[in-house]
């Protein structure tokens, strides 16, 4: 007979369901913690990945829609790529942002949602690609407009400026790909 404890918690809470729905099932994780080993942001956050999929696993809603590590996340994978489950993870991180957007939870660092929209505003002006330039230049503006700080400019200008010199960003926006009108398509379809 098989030891219980080594099947896959069935997902009960209403979270846990949705994250299923979505695809993005955790009812496997075993609570390694290898996503949170690898994760290089976890200093700064509230509570660690591996929490954020047990706390969802076990219906804590309030809590992992309300933490601050959601929108710490940078979406890098790290912690996808290491589950030896499988669990999409940064997909679940990216999940939970969009519910607590649409259930209208205050966002702690206003920047972070910012940045999200710039992005993807750039991703349609370019027509798929994104322009680190374009990107760059909307989001300092939008951190002038909020606080000025002298400091932070000059050192994303001199950042800037060394991306620059080693081709890592480039002056005007990338070429454009086929398929423009596919490209507005998908963010109409995604009410953006
Ligand atoms: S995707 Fe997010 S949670 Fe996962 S390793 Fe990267 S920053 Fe950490
Ligand atoms: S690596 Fe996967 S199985 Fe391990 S704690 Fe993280 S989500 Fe769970």
Not at 125 to 140: C, F, M, N, P
């Amino acid at each position: 007979m098989e030891n219980p404890e080594n099947q896959p918690m069935r997902p009960q809470f209403f979270l846990a369901k949705q994250l299923t729905k979505a695809h993005l099932s955790v009812a496997s994780c075993f609570f390694c913690r290898k996503c949170s080993g690898g994760c290089p942001l976890t200093f700064a956050m509230d509570i660690l990945p591996h929490h954020v999929i047990r706390l969802a696993l076990l219906g804590q809603e309030e809590q992992v829609l309300g933490s601050e590590t959601i929108w710490v996340c940078s979406a890098c994978q790290t912690c996808t790529t290491r589950c030896p489950n499988g669990i999409d993870i940064a997909g679940v991180m990216d999940w939970l942002k969009e519910e607590a957007v649409k259930r209208g939870r205050t966002i702690p660092d206003a920047g972070v949602m910012a940045f999200h929209r710039f992005f993807l505003e750039s991703i349609l002006d370019a027509a798929g690609r994104v322009s680190e330039t374009r990107l760059l230049r909307r989001y300092t503006l939008y951190k002038m407009r909020r606080n000025l700080n002298l400091t932070e400019l000059r050192q994303n200008i001199n950042l800037g400026w060394k991306l620059w010199k080693r081709r890592r960003v480039r002056l005007f926006g990338p070429p454009t790909l086929r398929g423009k009108a596919e490209i507005k398509e998908i963010f109409r379809q995604g009410e953006f």
